[in-house]
């Protein structure tokens, strides 16, 4: 089943405001409101539809997570991507956006389909624990960043996962044989355009 528009909006549980309410759109909210209620997250430490940028081909190509957690002075700490479908066959993407974040990278992620769940160390992609008991609290997952730290990538490294993430987030949400319309719907887009498409072919 495709993630679509339901045609109303609802209210975000981690930030009161009015979101599209789609195909997944209540599944995402519930596991903000498992995060906070169960797992003890502050909600202030959460953010949603949060942004991961990369460059491709010169380009900056941008991809929406779905919750992305903070430690207390504001560093990545765990980014959590929802997956309508086996967990698994989303690692790698997860991953490459978790080395991506800013003032990253994050050193867990964890991908789950509301049933299942899968927590990764993002530095060396090691698949901690399986099942939804995987979702870590705030004092778990830094605990877990300190056994398992990740430093900033160089420019070669953030270059190969930038073109990962691009291709997983083109390919992977393959929709009715639209690939582009897919990740628009998952918040994957450019937000430049090439040099040569902001000339108007005129000479300088």
């Not at 339901?6 to 309410?21: K, P």
Request: hydrophobic fraction near 35%; include cysteine; aromatic fraction near 6%.
């Amino acid at each position: 089943m495709h993630d679509i528009s339901l045609g109303h909006t609802i209210e975000d549980y981690l930030t009161g405001e009015a979101v599209e309410a789609t195909t997944y759109e209540d599944l995402r909210q519930a596991l903000a409101r498992l995060l906070v209620e169960e797992r003890g997250w502050p909600a202030e430490r959460l953010i949603p539809r949060h942004p991961i940028r990369a460059e491709v081909d010169g380009r900056e190509y941008t991809r929406l997570v779905d919750i992305a957690g903070f430690d207390a002075d504001g560093r990545p700490l765990l980014l959590v991507l929802f997956a309508p479908g086996e967990v698994t066959t989303y690692e790698r993407e997860s991953l490459a956006a978790a080395r991506l974040v800013e003032n990253g990278p994050a050193p867990l992620v964890a991908v789950t389909d509301s049933k299942d769940a899968v927590l990764l160390a993002v530095k060396s992609g090691e698949r901690l624990e399986q099942g939804m008991q995987a979702l870590p609290s705030p004092g778990r997952a830094l605990a877990l960043s300190e056994q398992y730290p990740i430093h900033p990538l160089d420019r070669e490294r953030r270059c190969r996962e930038s073109r990962i993430l691009y291709a997983y987030s083109e390919s992977l949400y393959d929709c009715c044989g639209g690939a582009a319309c897919a990740a628009e719907g998952r918040g994957a887009r450019f937000t430049e355009k090439r040099p040569e498409e902001n000339s108007d072919g005129g000479e300088g």
